[in-house]
């Protein structure tokens, strides 16, 4: 039985894109690519989705101006010396290209609001970069009508294979650094973890349990801590760890900044680091040379991650194809001044 619809009517509303989707029994990013006219849909699915187009009165959008010479680069916040190496990253490309970067802050939330996206749109930028955060899939599709790239860096969730992102090994990381505190003898190690919605964190948290379960060291629940990347969860935990009946002998802090809260918990409670307290960080941030003792902590290449990122918009802007999606960059073991042997005799030093 054939089904066929009367063309709308004269004066109704054209449809949406996401209604073209509902009644095409596709996505949203389908319909987007096949009213853009990009190639990547198969051609029976473009010839039933451009049927309902003509059907439904569906009325295409003028294809956009050329895009304004600027990159968007979004970060969940603005505090210091992380977004600062990203910042350097996209710096190093974007002038390569001649690009201007404009900077804009969620304020601690990791997906925009409506008045970011509409901002974005009116400015008309060659490619957005967004740092620890992402968009809601709406938002995805309102950059990629307008055919305006998105790369994710050090994503908070899985992104995949819809949005390119460039991350680092953050489990042979975490795997990395607690090997390190088990090679020099320590077997009560805490982890002060990344918050759970963080892809990072949960990576390196992983590898922390790997390391452990690989030589045989039952993880103590009691020493698995859940921060927020935040100075304050580092000293907090910190506090509470190192008054326990059995505190730990060394503390794996998910980033440097929670690594600097561990050594001032240490600092109030008279515990040296690292003779009574090995800690290990995460980032390397220019920070973790300058604290005493020097930290220990894992590489993250947030500068070079900033740069691989900004390239590939800057290819995806210019119509090229990306020879993939995912980019994930090698983490490395810095050894500094802040881990040792365990002492003799664990607990509260005297």
Not at 81 to 95: D, L, N, P, S, T
Not at 153 to 178: E, M, R
């Amino acid at each position: 039985m054939t089904v066929t619809r009367d063309p709308a009517p004269s004066g109704a509303t054209p449809p949406t894109i996401a209604q073209l989707a509902e009644l095409a029994g596709v996505s949203v990013a389908t319909v987007s690519k096949v009213v853009n006219g990009r190639s990547e849909v198969a051609a029976e699915t473009r010839a039933h989705i451009e049927r309902l187009i003509q059907e439904h009165g569906y009325r295409r959008q003028k294809r956009r101006a050329n895009p304004s010479g600027l990159l968007e680069l979004v970060f969940d916040e603005l505090e210091g010396a992380y977004e600062m190496e990203i910042i350097k990253g996209v710096e190093q490309v974007a002038r390569e290209h001649r690009l201007a970067v404009v900077l804009s802050e969620l304020q601690g939330r990791h997906t925009p609001g409506r008045g970011w996206i509409e901002d974005v749109l009116a400015r008309r930028p060659a490619g957005v970069i967004a740092v620890f955060s992402g968009l809601t899939a709406e938002q995805r599709d309102q950059l990629d009508t307008r055919d305006i790239p998105l790369v994710l860096v050090d994503p908070t969730g899985d992104p995949g294979h819809q949005v390119p992102s460039v991350g680092a090994g953050n489990w042979s990381g975490g795997l990395s650094a607690t090997r390190h505190l088990l090679e020099l003898g320590h077997r009560r190690i805490a982890v002060i973890t990344g918050p759970a919605h963080a892809l990072a964190g949960r990576a390196r948290l992983d590898g922390y349990r790997a390391a452990m379960d690989t030589a045989g060291v039952p993880v103590d629940p009691e020493l698995v801590r859940e921060g927020d990347f935040h100075v304050e969860a580092g000293l907090a935990h910190a506090r509470e760890l190192l008054r326990l009946p059995h505190p730990p002998t060394a503390v794996f802090a998910a980033n440097d900044w929670q690594a600097v809260g561990v050594y001032q918990a240490a600092n109030e409670l008279g515990w040296r680091i690292p003779d009574d307290l090995s800690v290990i960080g995460f980032d390397d941030l220019p920070l973790a040379r300058w604290v005493t003792p020097a930290l220990t902590t894992v590489r993250q290449p947030l500068t070079e991650m900033a740069a691989a990122a900004t390239g590939m918009v800057v290819a995806l802007a210019q119509g090229e194809p990306l020879p993939r999606n995912r980019l994930e960059l090698a983490t490395d073991l810095v050894l500094r001044a802040s881990t040792a042997p365990p002492p003799k005799v664990s607990g509260k030093p005297s």
